[in-house]
């Protein structure tokens, strides 16, 4: 059974940052890529970001890009840098992780989910 664990999350002013971290463990650990995802109030889940197994591939939903940072610091553990963030980025966000090598844009893609950790940014 494969576990996939958030943490880091909390409140934060606007134009604040706060930093992310997903660890993968388990048996069989053969995880490759991973990503983030978030969901806010009423909201449809929302693709953010995701990195291949080399740490070599990024991809970022169009509302982050250029604030958020995703990087790889081994196999098993993966981080996101917010950086300027918005009232408009709270939501609980979601680490996933999928069998496939290549990053993904699309929920259904990967095979493994976190609790979901709560990012709230006041103004």
């Known amino acids: 059974q494969v576990h996939v664990q958030e943490s880091g999350g909390g409140l934060v002013l606007t134009g604040g940052s706060l930093r992310l971290s997903c660890l993968a463990s388990?048996?069989?650990?053969?995880?490759?890529?991973m990503g983030w995802f978030r969901q806010a109030p009423g909201k449809e889940r929302e693709f953010v970001a995701s990195i291949d197994y080399f740490g070599a591939t990024t991809a970022y939903g169009d509302s982050v890009k250029g604030r958020f940072t995703i990087s790889r610091d081994d196999a098993n553990n993966m981080s996101l840098q917010m950086s300027d963030l918005e009232p408009e980025d709270t939501a609980v966000y979601y680490c996933?992780?999928?069998?496939?090598?290549?990053?993904?844009?699309?929920?259904?893609?990967?095979?493994?989910w976190g609790q979901g950790t709560q990012v709230t940014v006041s103004s």
């Open positions: 388990g048996r069989p650990l053969n995880i490759f890529a």
């Open positions: 996933a992780a999928r069998r496939p090598s290549t990053a993904a844009r699309h929920e259904s893609e990967y095979d493994y």
